[in-house]
Nanobody, 115 residues
Framework: QVQLVESGGGLVQAGGSLRLSCAASGSSFSINAMSWYRQAPGKQRELVATITRGGLTNYADSVKGRFTISRDNVRNTVFLQMNSLKPEDTAVYYC?????????WGRGTQVTVSS
């Protein structure tokens, strides 16, 4: 049974920074793409950033230049460094991993940015 556990969320003032982590545990498997999504109240879940096993990255336009996704393939962990946070970044952030055994989601971590 694969489990993803996110950490690093919290309350921060606008302009501040947070670093999210998501670690996969429970089984030995190869992970291809790792992604971060977010869902704000009353809105659909949206893709924030993706990183391939080889390190290629893709970002939503709204976070380009402010967020950086990275990964540790040995520890099956993905990170999201969020800088220059804005109130509109407030959401529950979820990690997603696509591996040889399927697609897995974390339970989410709340990020709240105050103005």
């Amino acid at each position: 049974q694969v489990q993803l556990v996110e950490s690093g969320g919290g309350l921060v003032q606008a302009g501040g920074s947070l670093r999210l982590s998501c670690a996969a545990s429970g089984s030995s498997f190869s992970i291809n793409a790792m992604s971060w999504y977010r869902q704000a109240p009353g809105k659909q879940r949206e893709l924030v950033a993706t990183i391939t096993r080889g390190g290629l990255t893709n970002y939503a336009d709204s976070v380009k230049g402010r967020f950086t996704i990275s990964r540790d393939n040995v520890r099956n962990t993905v990170f999201l460094q969020m800088n220059s946070l804005k109130p509109e970044d407030t959401a529950v952030y979820y990690c997603k991993m696509i591996g040889t055994m399927g697609v897995y989601w974390g339970r989410g971590t709340q990020v709240t940015v105050s103005s």
